[in-house]
């Protein structure tokens, strides 16, 4: 199985910027593509971005997209997210996930099969 570990997350201010990182181990040669989502107190799972591990095609959710970048390292199995200008309305945990499935769009939670515990990042106005 594939393990995800989500790090960087942390107390921020509004305006700010950050970079999470997702370090992945196990058989990761089965990944064909590599997201972020967060999730807010009360609210339902969302996706934020992915990018394929197999070329450099990324996928981006809706709002968000201008102010999030999402970025691999293969060399290191890592995946980061780079948020800029960071909002209240940000705060969320924010987890990692990876797909082995072909699809032409990776919005989809159910498409990810592995899941790291989550980061949360804490927005102060």
């Known amino acids: 199985q594939v393990q995800l570990v989500e790090s960087g997350g942390g107390l921020v201010q509004a305006g700010d910027s950050l970079r999470l990182s997702c370090a992945a181990s196990?058989?990761?040669?089965?990944?064909?593509?590599m997201g972020w989502f967060r999730q807010a107190p009360g609210k339902e799972r969302e996706f934020v971005a992915a990018?394929?591990?197999?070329?450099?095609?990324?996928y981006y959710g809706g709002s968000p997209k201008d102010r999030f970048t999402v970025s691999k390292e293969r060399s290191k199995n890592t995946l980061y997210l780079r948020i800029d200008t960071l909002r209240p309305e940000d705060t969320a945990s924010y987890y990692c996930?990876?797909?082995?499935?072909?699809?032409?769009?990776?919005?989809?939670?159910?498409?990810?099969?592995?899941w790291g515990q989550g980061t949360q990042v804490t927005v102060s106005s």
């Open positions: 996930a990876a797909s082995t499935y072909w699809a032409e769009t990776y919005l989809d939670a159910e498409l990810y099969e592995y």
């Open positions: 196990g058989p990761t040669y089965t990944t064909r593509v």
């Open positions: 990018i394929s591990w197999i070329d450099d095609k990324t």
